[in-house]
């Protein structure tokens, strides 16, 4: 139906942040400036005729409003709107000029009469009147306040509150808690609006033993099971309950190396591969004379699952790849060349600031040595662990990168929130410690190289990076899985909350998206080139189709007691198998040629695959030259006004496929409707869509991109971007190089 | 392997060559020079090869040069057994077969096929590597250093001297200008539907852009060249500007490049003109015929100060005086404003191109790359000019009237009038429109091709050569990555034209400007690249374009956004997965060609929509139109 349906996104500057699908009152116009509270939100402190800096020096485009800060975010009220209308994807917790607490990186307050300034931490004192307030985020924005017209003692004791709340001394205080308490165990009435979590999603939180069977039969690795001793997290504080070993290895056996490793974490299994090799990841055995033996009886016991008994690979991780610090240190210099340098200052050395950042090395660093785990696997056919100290960072990179480039799965939405929950979230990555950004970037590269393989956007990966901030999330918010149940506890029996049966407070996962974008605005994360993909091969819309044909094949050569059945199923009739050892043997034959320069074989696994035309359904490397690699200009460049393309940006393709993936859609449901079948979905196409931008009544011609397109899209540079003296006229970034001489008089006598 | 990586271009050769001979896979087994006859007819005996001893058994097996269809024109002249000195294999065995058009090369030593099919055009230098006593396994033999960012290396036998005679045919057939002989495009019979040479005509284009009106008119003073000899005929000028003007400022303006006007703004009446330097030398002469010429042109749409781009920095536009040249001073020239842009000279440029291949051919600096790339500056200068015709278009768009120069205005001059045309007008990032504006701002201004590119002359070290146009390509690539939608062509266009700027196979961008072209009769005697182009488009169509025509683009210039054009410089390299077509581009023309199918399918159903027997019509279609209507049914399944 092309007539009834909306044809235009539309974009609101401001949408109230809580609940915008339930009746709101009609009346749009607020009177009063009043900050929009979620449940168990309070107001800490506020300060009025704030000004909010947004565009040039001569703040002309500033917004007069007032300065709140809760317990939750920092937020700014105005009656005002932006210079420009503009679009934004509108947040349900979060409104136009809130940042979450926990976004906030550093206070910054400023008196520019007395020139003093002051990086104001918790609990410190200000012993000036500030007339500015600067707030570096960690999502790389910078936002700027002016307390010219504001009381002097409500600015400082505002600023003093958000230094304050943004640096809680004890997690418990973070608002996630307070949130969740109210909303969901509040009122019994509540409660039917609450999420389920993980009820209605598909999103597998890998949380009880019945998400790992399904990955072990997902994946074929007959070979292993689920291992229920650490259930109460009595072995180890930082494994999850539920985790995957191999069959050889008993209960009892576990139980006692478990000793040996570091923060008794047991080797995990993460996947397997379908020639029968698994990935697992080990902490460093702490006991150095246990060492030799703990590791000979692991390593057998994974051989023992390898359907063609094959030795295991260890890489270690800590050696190969740059520590946590490093990459720490690389962001915060990647922050300062993107965002705190004067644009124009640091152009002329662009490149080589970029390259001393090492980030992009890192990057580079991380993909590469996922490949050569991927060679291991794919070629050589052995198992690989993954060693690291802690096993809590490094190899959640690898192992995570490993499947993306493996299995097509992990390159769907709900494969690859699986993923992140079972390498990440169930794993134990300290996101309470660190939220660092390493993960999303490595995989943005992947996503670079390969549109049309990954079912999710480049704004999915954006919008995931900044979830980190929003401490709400159960997902992003611990250490873990034990942190999350303990202190869940802890504050739930100090607010006399009965949890029931649920022993823990639901954190809803990050994975429900409803939490934080409407429908629509969640449409953003489905990549067209994906769902396009599919509608070729005339199959259903979504990546199961694929999942489901192979999960089928690995049930019927599961099942238990029939293990030799397996082996025959791996190893005969598996075409993926045959083509590599194909592969293998010709990898051999041309080896024995002289070469000048000696290529490992690793190399030449990645030069083979490179010549052949891609299976997006299959093994995907990334381009590993440094030249082929490039910054991810969304995550990193989107406040920055000068870098933004108007009009222009990779959305504007995206925005054609869309439509055009949109209007394949439709035709689909017209031509079902003529094959008789009831009518059913025809009507709802509009909102069922999985296309953010929608196709028009006229089909044929394809709209013009909408106005508010540019590169930083959905993002918006104005006003989340303050450097101090760098915004002069639009203009003025194309001034660079350029010298005006109205005077050649002077300039003779200068040359001269 | 490296047929696929190291020959994109050959890839590109043998789908135009789609004819393709069975006969000829004979010719494998012919040693003998063939000079005349271009394709050996089927030879019956292999055994006759007269070269057997040099043969080994495995190449007899195989099909050395079968897959390679001559042009109409093209003549064999010799071929040999050789080794390829692959930079990324080992040395590959093989046999080499030149033309008076390409060197062909393929192996014979392995399953794997390598070949190398490159127009002799695009060969800048051809060297001795090593001499009879030279010591070491193939340390005897050719280097080829190409245009196109590769080098190439061949090893012959030590005895005999065994590379006398193609050494001595290359040198001969890739340089034809230093040896009397023609430029292929000369010898060339192929034959298009549509004449490229159509393409442009220069009062068709002004008239496009609304001109001759009151306030400019079309003079035919240069109609002999006898203006000036690098102009083309037609010329648009103030209409208050008489014929003797015009001969007066040209005594004025280097090389006699009288400011004329290139592109009009329909709504503002705004303008961009085009000349050279003024010669003003150290002296500091000014010209009163000058000074009110320019005043016409300010005053043609009421611009209050004509603004004046000198494309240089201003200490080369200082130090030009010495040699009589220099630029507009204030107390001459009071209604104008002049800007230097700070764009260097084309010896820069040609250094820092140099520079560049030394980090991507043949291996790309992997310790280093990004401080590398930043210190061959080629991105910087891109930036240079991207920023300045940004300028230009904004002065323009904003209703003001300019002028562009640099010292001869052929080369940055065409760089930045050609860019900011095709940021204000979008007619020219159309297929079509992207050629008019080359052949308007590039080939008819006479930017001197032959000197810059050094078509069919040995002299690899001439002083004037230089990749300014290459430089512009690299722009107008930049842009289209920018702005994915705005341009009717795409990425493949941009390298046909680059492969072809060296190739000397079409006449488009032969010699320096247009007197010459006419006494060489290129227009009648050889084929433009535009005819080749234009009689399949479908290649070089970016899927997404969507038409906007009154928006005026302005890219970014900034480093965070310019990128190197890695599958340009690059492209040799076997470490990076070639595409023939963006898998982006390639998806979406397939999501095209389904939504046809959709609609054509929903026709058919919407005619027969009263029969109650759809099944029916399902049943009797074809069994591809049938498909889809299996699957549709899988659609219901929810997800």
Redesign the interface.
């Known amino acids: 139906m092309f007539s009834g349906k909306q044809t235009k996104p539309t974009f609101k500057s401001y949408l109230p942040p809580l609940q915008t699908d339930l009746k709101k009152s009609p009346q749009l116009p607020i009177k009063k400036l009043e900050a929009k509270l979620l449940p168990g939100e309070i107001v800490v402190n506020e300060a009025n005729f704030v000004r909010k800096c947004i565009g040039a020096d001569s703040g002309q485009d500033d917004l007069w409003g007032k300065l709140v800060c809760t317990n939750f975010k920092v937020s700014f009220i105005s009656h005002n709107s932006l210079p420009q209308q503009r679009f934004q994807c509108t947040h349900r917790l979060l409104g136009e000029h809130d940042i979450p607490l926990a976004c906030v990186e550093q206070v910054v307050t400023v008196n520019d009469v007395k020139g003093k300034q002051k990086i104001l931490g918790s609990n410190q004192k200000l012993k000036f009147n500030p007339t500015e307030l600067i707030l570096y985020c960690k999502d790389f924005r910078i936002i700027r306040f002016r307390f010219d017209e504001a009381g002097p003692e409500s600015a400082k004791k505002v600023c003093l509150a958000i230094a304050h709340y943004s640096h809680p001394a004890d997690p418990q205080l973070l608002f996630g808690f307070e949130y969740v308490g109210k909303r969901y165990h509040g009122s019994a009435g509540e409660r039917v609006n609450g999420v389920d979590p993980g009820g209605g999603l598909q999103t597998p939180l890998f949380d009880c033993s019945s998400d790992w069977d399904r990955e072990i039969k997902r994946t074929g690795a007959s070979e292993w099971r689920v291992c229920t001793i650490n259930q109460g997290y009595f072995i180890s504080p930082s494994l999850p309950e539920f985790f995957v070993v191999p069959v050889s290895l008993a209960d009892q056996d576990l139980k006692q190396y478990a000793c040996c490793f570091y923060s008794q974490r047991i080797p995990l299994w993460c996947w397997n591969h379908p020639s029968g090799s698994a990935l697992v990841r080990m902490s460093n055995i702490s006991d150095p004379q246990q060492q030799r033996k703990v590791e000979q009886r692991i390593s057998s016991a994974i051989t023992k699952s390898h359907p063609l008994r094959s030795d295991v690979f260890k890489s270690d991780l800590d050696k190969n790849l740059p520590n946590i610090q490093d990459i720490q240190a690389a962001l915060l210099k990647l922050r300062q060349i993107c965002v705190i340098e004067s644009?124009e200052e640091s152009?002329?050395?662009?490149?080589?600031s970029?390259?001393?950042s090492r980030w992009?090395e890192y990057v580079r660093t991380f993909l590469r040595h996922a490949v050569e785990v991927v060679y291991m696997l794919e070629s050589r056919h052995v198992s690989v662990i993954l060693l690291e100290k802690e096993d809590r960072d490094l190899s959640c990179v690898i192992s995570s990168l490993v499947q993306l480039m493996c299995d097509p799965h992990c390159r769907s939405l709900h494969g690859f929130q699986a993923l992140i929950q079972k390498e990440w979230v169930m794993a134990g990555h300290r996101f309470l410690d660190r939220c660092n950004h390493l993960k999303k970037s490595d995989k943005e590269e992947l996503w670079n190289q390969?549109?049309?393989a990954f079912e999710f956007t480049e704004v999915y990966l954006t919008v995931l990076g900044d979830s980190m901030w929003v401490p709400v999330f159960s997902t992003f918010l611990f250490n873990c899985p034990r942190q999350r149940a303990e202190h869940s506890r802890d504050f739930a029996s100090s607010k006399s909350i009965h949890l029931g049966q649920d022993q823990a407070l639901r954190f809803p996962p990050v994975w429900d998206w409803s939490q934080q974008f409407s429908l629509k605005d969640q449409t953003l994360f489905n990549n067209p080139?994906y769902v396009?993909?599919i509608?070729?091969?005339?199959?259903?819309?979504?990546v199961?189709t694929f999942t489901h044909r192979r999960s089928k094949k690995n049930y019927s050569s599961t099942v238990r007691g029939l293990p030799s059945l397996m082996r025959n199923g791996s190893l005969g009739p598996n075409d993926t198998l045959t083509r590599r050892n194909s592969l293998v043997l010709r990898l051999r034959s041309d080896l024995s040629?002289?070469?000048?320069q000696p290529e490992t074989p690793s190399e030449r696994f990645?030069?083979d695959f490179?010549?052949r035309a891609?299976d997006l359904q299959g093994l995907l490397l990334p381009?590993l030259?440094?030249?082929?690699l490039?910054v991810w200009?969304l995550y990193f460049?989107r406040w920055?006004p000068?870098?933004?393309?108007?009009?222009?940006?990779?959305v504007?393709?995206f925005?054609?496929?869309s439509v055009?993936?949109d209007?394949?859609e439709m035709?689909?449901n017209?031509?079902?409707q003529?094959?008789?079948?009831a009518g059913t979905?025809n009507t709802s196409h509009a909102e069922h869509s999985k296309m953010y931008f929608k196709a028009t009544s006229t089909?044929q011609q394809?709209p013009?991109?909408p106005e508010y397109l540019s590169?930083s899209f959905p993002f918006s540079p104005v006003g989340n971007l303050c450097r101090p003296g760098i915004l002069g006229t639009p203009?003025s970034?194309?001034?660079?190089?350029?010298?005006?001489?109205?005077?050649?008089?002077t300039?003779?006598n200068e040359?001269i | 392997?490296t047929f696929?990586?190291g020959s994109g271009f050959h890839l590109r050769l043998l789908r135009e060559n789609s004819r393709l001979n069975a006969a000829l896979e004979s010719c494998r087994k012919v040693n003998a020079v063939m000079a005349s006859a271009p394709i050996a007819p089927y030879n019956s005996s292999p055994l006759g090869n007269s070269s057997s001893q040099n043969a080994s058994r495995e190449s007899l097996k195989m099909e050395p040069l079968a897959d390679v269809t001559l042009l109409p024109g093209e003549e064999r002249v010799i071929d040999k057994d050789i080794i390829y000195i692959c930079p990324y294999?080992?040395?590959v065995k093989g046999k080499v077969f030149i033309t008076n058009y390409r060197l062909y090369f393929k192996n014979t030593d392995?399953e794997t096929p390598v070949t190398l099919n490159i127009p002799l055009g695009v060969i800048s230098r051809v060297e001795k590597m090593g001499g009879a006593s030279s010591r070491g396994e193939n340390s005897y033999g050719l280097e080829i250093t190409c245009k196109d960012m590769r080098n190439l290396r061949f090893a012959l036998k030590q005895e005999g001297h065994s590379r006398r005679d193609i050494f001595e045919i290359i040198f001969k057939y890739a340089f034809p200008l230093s040896h009397g002989m023609q430029l292929f495009a000369f010898l060339s019979q192929e034959k298009y539907e549509e004449n490229g040479w159509n393409v442009y005509e220069a009062l068709e284009e002004y008239r496009r852009q609304g001109l001759p009106n009151n306030e400019w008119r079309v003079t035919f003073i240069n109609k002999n060249y006898e203006l000036c000899d690098t102009y083309p005929t037609i010329l648009v000028v103030p209409y208050k500007a008489t014929e003797d003007d015009l001969r007066k400022v040209a005594t004025f303006r280097s090389r006699c490049r009288i400011p004329v006007m290139s592109w009009f703004h329909k709504e503002n009446h705004a303008v961009i003109t085009r000349c050279s330097q003024p010669l003003v030398g150290m002296s500091g002469k000014r010209n009163k015929d000058d000074e009110r010429y320019l005043d016409l042109i300010r005053e043609a749409n009421g611009t209050t100060k004509l603004t004046i781009y000198d494309a240089r920095p201003?200490?080369n536009a200082?130090a030009n005086k010495a040699t009589g040249g220099g630029?507009e001073?204030?107390?001459a020239y009071q209604n104008a404003?002049?800007?230097?842009?700070?764009i260097h000279n084309i010896h820069v440029m040609r250094e820092s191109l140099k520079k560049l291949k030394d980090i991507?051919y043949p291996n790309?600096?992997?310790s280093?790359?990004?401080?590398s790339?930043?210190s061959t500056h080629w991105?910087?200068h891109i930036?240079?000019v991207l920023?300045?015709a940004?300028?230009v278009a904004?002065k323009v768009s904003s209703g003001s009237s300019v002028m562009v120069h640099c010292s001869d205005g052929w080369d940055r001059t065409a760089q930045l009038t050609s860019l900011s045309m095709l940021m204000l007008d979008s007619y020219y990032r159309t297929l079509r429109g992207f050629q008019v504006l080359m052949e308007k701002e590039w080939i008819s201004f006479g930017h001197k091709f032959a000197s810059r590119i050094g078509h069919g002359d040995k002299n690899h070290a001439d002083q004037d050569r230089s990749p300014i146009f290459l430089q512009f390509i690299d722009c107008v690539w930049q842009m289209t990555k920018?702005?994915?939608?705005?341009f009717e062509f795409n990425e493949r266009l941009l390298v046909v034209i680059l492969d072809h700027l060296y190739s000397c196979r079409f006449g488009t961008f032969l010699y320096n400007c247009e007197s010459v072209r006419d006494s060489n009769n290129v227009r009648t005697k050889t084929v433009s690249l535009w005819s080749y182009i234009n009689s399949d488009t479908s290649l070089y169509i970016n899927p997404?374009y969507?038409p906007?025509s009154s928006?005026v683009?302005?890219?970014?210039?900034?480093?965070?956004?310019l990128?190197?054009w890695?599958t340009y410089y690059?492209r040799w390299?076997?470490?990076?997965?070639h595409q023939q077509q963006s898998?982006?581009e390639q998806?979406?023309k397939?999501?095209?060609a389904?939504?046809d199918q959709?609609?054509k399918?929903?026709e058919e159903?919407q005619l027969s929509d009263s029969a109650p027997s759809?099944t029916h019509l399902t049943n009797s279609s074809t069994p591809n139109a049938a498909?889809?209507?299996?699957?549709?049914?899988?659609?219901?399944?929810p997800?």
């Open positions: 644009f152009e002329e050395k662009w490149l080589s970029l390259e001393s992009m390969y549109p049309a080139l396009g993909k509608a070729t091969c005339l199959q259903n819309g979504t199961k040629q002289v070469r000048e990645v030069r490179f010549s891609v381009q030259l440094p030249s082929h490039s200009k460049l920055v000068e870098a933004q393309i108007p009009h222009g940006g990779p504007t393709a925005h054609k496929l055009l993936t209007e394949i035709l689909q017209q031509l079902r003529y094959k008789g079948a979905a089909p394809c013009a991109p590169s203009l970034k194309f001034l660079n190089g350029a010298k005006i001489w109205l005077s050649t008089e300039l003779a040359t | 392997m696929r990586r294999n080992a040395a392995s201003n200490v200082v630029y001073g204030d107390d404003e002049l800007v230097f842009l700070d991507v790309v600096e992997e280093h790359w990004l401080s790339l930043e991105l910087e930036k240079l920023s300045g940004i300028q904004d920018q702005f994915p939608t705005a997404f969507t906007e928006r683009l302005y890219p970014v210039a900034s480093m965070r956004h990128e190197l890695v690059i390299n076997p470490r990076i997965q898998p982006v998806r979406y397939e999501l095209l389904l939504r959709y609609l399918k929903l159903l759809s498909t889809p209507n299996q699957h549709i049914t899988h659609l219901q399944t997800f």
